[in-house]
């Protein structure tokens, strides 16, 4: 029959890089406290909630057309929300927008990886970058961190020289550690992959917002190279609208267009990324409630007697336990009290999303009660 399930993925003549792979995606289960996808646990305001309505009903009348192919009016507002936050002047000419981060970093690979060539990310970090530069036929190298989860910029420069990648992806916060990397790294980063290519460099910052450090755009000045990835997921609290952006140098903005799909960004994500933009300072008023919470479970778990990593995002990686399999049967045991927290595959740790101040408290509790059975 049509629906015949013993012929699978692999009896379908599916790209080789493809065969045997799972696609990426945290479980989504059904349980009180979710902490394990680094999401904004505050719903958008609803004067917000009203403005995107009016909006998107505008949006709506014109329907029958196509929208606006090149986004102006929101790499405007983009532009001017980094403008404002970022300590640098861009331009619409200097942004470009998709569907989520994902998507830019997609088109970016499309532009500059593709087959016969490679990318670089300094793991563990974003396990999607190794995965879109898959599904892009573009190379995969992983690149060392330190044992603090630091990039290490001898050995990453060693490797930036050994493997001449022509794409450098620095995460900063970095996923799913948390770890910040400074301007001073991602120079010396950057001047070795244009010493052994020239290469582009992406510093992904969807976290940026909840760093105690300032964004990395200034960088961009005088390097054409180098572009910072952004997302409203976070920091905008909108993961399900499905809006990153970019800035760079206008050639990189130019040269994404060569890969876009014509009106990749429909007119309604365009009509409700405009009505969030409105309330920048609103949401960005949660951003600090979530740093302090963030704060406090640093501060917390050590106390309980965890070790956690230094954490400049809006989430906590913590452990240790023991290897692979003690994160794994920490993971469980947290599940079992109602709080599902990540295992990111980081043998030994685990990731906390930091939620509202009950949600950190029932996560806290959890914790502190696993520790009491362990010791
Ligand atoms: N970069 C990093 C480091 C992330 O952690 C995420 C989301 N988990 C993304 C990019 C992609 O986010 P989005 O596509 O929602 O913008």
Redesign the pocket.
Known sequence: STNDRTVGIDDLPIRDELRGKSPYGAPQLDVPVQLN??ENPYPLPEPLVARIAERVAEAARGLNRYPDRDAIELRTQLAAYLTKTGRHPVTVENVWAAN????V?QQLLQTFGGPGRTAIGFEPS?S?HALIARGTGTGWISGPRDDDFRVDVTAAEQAIAENAPDVVFI?SPN?PTGTAVEAETVLALYEAAQAAKPSLVVV?E??VEFSHRDSLLPLIEGRPNLVI?R?M?KAFGA?GL?L?YLAAHPAVVDAVQLVRLPYHLSAVTQATALAALEHTDTLLGYVEQLKTERDRLVDELRVIGYEVTASDANFVQFGRFDGAAGSHEAWQKILDRGVLVRDNGVPGWLRVTAGTPEENDAFLEAVRALKKEQQ
């Open positions: 996808t680094n989520g981060s994902n998507e970093l974003y999607m995460t996923n992904d969807a976290y990835s997302t997921s993961a499905r990153g």
